[in-house]
């Protein structure tokens, strides 16, 4: 099963998901920085590549999802 090609759908809730979890992992940093009382600048630098990494994960199944629509 884990071979089995995702579909539209599938590819559509997982690109919903990743945007949801990206947009949590800034809201709730940003929210414990400013309790800690770090800078904005600063936050974002070290949170930079796992933005990087979640946006060429959301990149790669977007193609997957374009590739899918294109071949239907």
């Known amino acids: 099963m884990a071979d089995t090609p995702a ?11 990743f945007e949801k979890y990206r947009d949590r992992l800034v809201d709730e940093t940003m929210e ?5 009382k ?10 930079e590549p796992q933005l990087a ?4 994960r959301l990149a790669r199944i977007r193609e997957q999802q ?7």
């Open 7 to 17: 579909t539209k759908e599938e590819l559509a809730e997982l690109i919903v998901e």
């Open 32 to 36: 414990a920085a400013k309790k800690a």
């Open 38 to 47: 770090l800078s904005k600048k600063a936050t974002m630098a070290k949170l």
């Open 53 to 56: 990494e979640i946006d060429a």
């Open 66 to 72: 374009a590739n899918l629509t294109a071949d239907n």
